[in-house]
């Protein structure tokens, strides 16, 4: 099955810095790959996704690239602003279930 | 909440209690998922159902289980076979033909258990 593998598991960043973290997936067959924000206490919420027919996607201040032969995937903050600061996950899809990375704590200093 | 609703939002169990947590979305997704959540951790898969009276087994179902008698509806017992119980527990649902890989998830606001 799928495992996804996600660094790292803490990140502290300075406000108007860039964020990057970075996964990776065993499952060649995977084809979408979502990344979620999760707020202390709160449900995980979907802030992008990527399908493996696209190599980069962005939305705003919120990049996400996908490399199908290393089969890897990041996510890419820039400008940091203190409402970044949560815990992202990344995921990969296998077999109509989504397999989710540890997670980072993203923490942005003032 | 989005569409999906998760009850209590707090349980306190007693050691050797079964207790069922509630899971409810109205969104018309034919699958959903529950997940669970230990702290600093990231998400577990514990149960999947893609169809009504269907149902798999996740990476760690062992001492739980699961009913889909309704699209509507997928709860969660948790059994006294479940030795470490105390988590937060999280049930999602995906919509269209129920492959995640199309929409991807929606998530309900969790269930914190508590074994007293």
């Known amino acids: 099955g799928e495992n996804v593998e996600q660094h790292p598991s803490t990140l502290s960043v300075q406000e108007g810095d860039s964020a990057v973290i970075k996964c990776t997936y065993s499952d060649s067959a995977s084809n979408y790959f979502p990344w979620y924000k999760q707020e202390l206490g709160k449900r995980p919420q979907l802030i992008i996704d990527i399908r493996s027919n696209v190599g980069e996607k962005k939305d705003q201040r919120i990049a996400v690239t996908l490399n199908k032969t290393a089969k890897h995937f990041s996510l890419h903050i820039t400008e940091t602003q203190p409402e970044d600061s949560a815990v992202y996950f990344c995921a990969g899809s296998s077999a109509s279930k989504i397999i989710f990375g540890s997670g980072t704590r993203l923490s942005i200093r003032p | ?116």
């Open chain 2, 1 to 116: 909440d989005g569409g999906i609703t998760q009850s209590p939002k707090y349980l306190f169990r007693k050691e050797g209690q079964n207790v069922t947590l509630s899971c409810e979305q109205n969104l018309n997704h034919d699958a959903m998922y529950w997940y669970r959540q230990d702290p600093g951790q990231g998400l577990r898969l514990i149960y999947y159902s893609q169809i009504v009276n269907d149902f798999q087994k996740g990476d760690i179902a062992e001492g739980y289980s699961v009913s889909r008698e309704k699209k509507e509806s997928f709860p969660l017992t948790v059994t006294s076979a479940q030795k470490n119980p105390t988590a937060f527990y999280l049930c999602a649902s995906s919509g269209g033909t129920g492959d995640p890989t199309n929409y991807g998830y929606t998530f309900g606001s969790g269930t914190r258990l508590t074994v007293v």
